[in-house]
């Protein structure tokens, strides 16, 4: 089972010896970059993170085991694992799904609080320590074989350790991209400004401008107004596709069933979206509702933007019988899902559906 870490020592002292390799995701498959085009950020933080159905066996479902289920990959093009362990590294199941749709994957950084305000303390305290995080940083991407990071730094940070987060940032962005090439991402939370002061903005604007420049792209806060995703689009100018316009699935702020609402505000303003917490649909309703449930929920949502392409799909990868799928669940034996399968069990389409007639290959 992959596990977080939880201190600065312990990433420090980060060995890539110790990690096995049936740890490390698939390779990047049908990536395509999506270049000039809103774009959608899955950010899934679920109970804790580290679930039992997220381990490299899978696990059996049973009660209390309530494995989410994304169900519309090809409309995803970042996957970022959350959780409020220091640094979040990827389980591999999600890391080969995300990876075998052509979707990117990101781990967190993250830091909060009074111990949050010292670990920063700690690593912004030169350009040597800066260096020392970043090294293994991208270390941890590149043997997880993920695809970059999300920044989340929720605590003050102190005006003589402001240049030093600036450089961590640049950094860090300018040296995964040289180990990762174009598909690396490194993606600023809206937290802290410029100041150092911990004060959300819900938009992009001069007080968080600087630390959008620094990397490849801006999280908005989750509070934001109609008006301030409009200013926000035009000072981002052509990088309006990197501020993605945070939508909260619990509801908190904005929306939870109605979570298509928020999202159309973003894509009017010409933004890209990034969904907090999906898992919602898991965590607050039955097991036997999951798929339908997340079919409903899914679909209203990532409609509003764009397909990706498909590729070769073969339906004796997709369960016979869903009974038989919620018996046990194993995240690396899924296959790749097709852009949308016709059955009794999920909603009817509201686009032209793809349907699988007989066990075969599909392209």
Not at 21 to 47: A, F, I, W
Not at 98 to 106: K, N, T
Request: proline residues 4%.
């Amino acid at each position: 089972m992959t596990s977080p870490i939880d201190s600065l020592d312990g990433l420090w002292g980060w060995d890539a010896n110790f990690v096995g390799k049936e740890l490390c995701g698939r390779d990047l498959k049908h990536y395509s970059g999506n270049k000039g085009v809103p774009q959608t950020l899955v950010c899934h933080d679920m109970m804790g993170g580290y679930l039992p159905e997220e381990s490299v066996d899978g696990c059996e479902v049973v009660d209390g085991i309530k494995p989410y289920i994304l169900m519309h990959w090809w409309y995803v093009d970042i996957f970022t694992y959350f959780s409020h362990h220091f640094i979040s590294i990827p389980p591999v199941g999600w890391i080969s799904q995300a990876h075998d749709h052509g979707v990117l994957v990101l781990g967190t950084f993250i830091t909060e609080g009074d111990r949050g305000a010292d670990r920063c303390k700690a690593i912004f305290k030169n350009a040597t320590t800066v260096r020392k995080t970043v090294e293994k940083m991208v270390k941890l991407a590149t043997v997880y074989n993920f695809d970059g990071w999300l920044i989340n730094i929720e605590n003050k940070i102190e005006a003589e350790n402001l240049p030093m987060l600036e450089l961590f940032l640049a950094t860090l962005t300018t040296r995964m991209h040289i180990r990762m090439g174009e598909r690396s991402r490194v993606i600023w939370y809206d937290a802290v400004t410029v100041e150092g002061k911990l004060r959300w903005q819900d938009q992009l604007n001069d007080l968080n401008k600087l630390w959008f420049d620094v990397t490849d792209g801006i999280f908005l806060n989750y509070t934001w107004r109609p008006h301030e995703l409009k200013e926000s689009q035009e000072i981002a100018g052509s990088r309006c596709h990197e501020v993605f316009v945070g939508v909260d699935c619990f509801g908190r702020g904005n929306y939870g069933w109605n979570c298509y609402k928020a999202f159309a505000h973003a894509r009017a303003a010409n933004l890209s979206v990034a969904m907090f917490a999906p898992g919602w649909i898991a965590e607050q309703f039955q097991q036997s509702d999951l798929i339908p449930n997340s079919m409903n929920y899914e679909i209203k949502i990532l409609e509003l933007g764009k397909i990706m392409h498909s590729s070769y799909i073969t339906l004796n990868q997709i369960p016979e019988s869903l009974n038989k799928f919620f018996q046990f669940y194993n995240m690396l034996e899924a296959g790749t899902q097709p852009y949308y399968l016709e059955s009794n069990a999920f909603p009817h389409a509201s686009r032209p559906a793809l349907v699988l007639p007989d066990t075969g290959n599909y392209k």
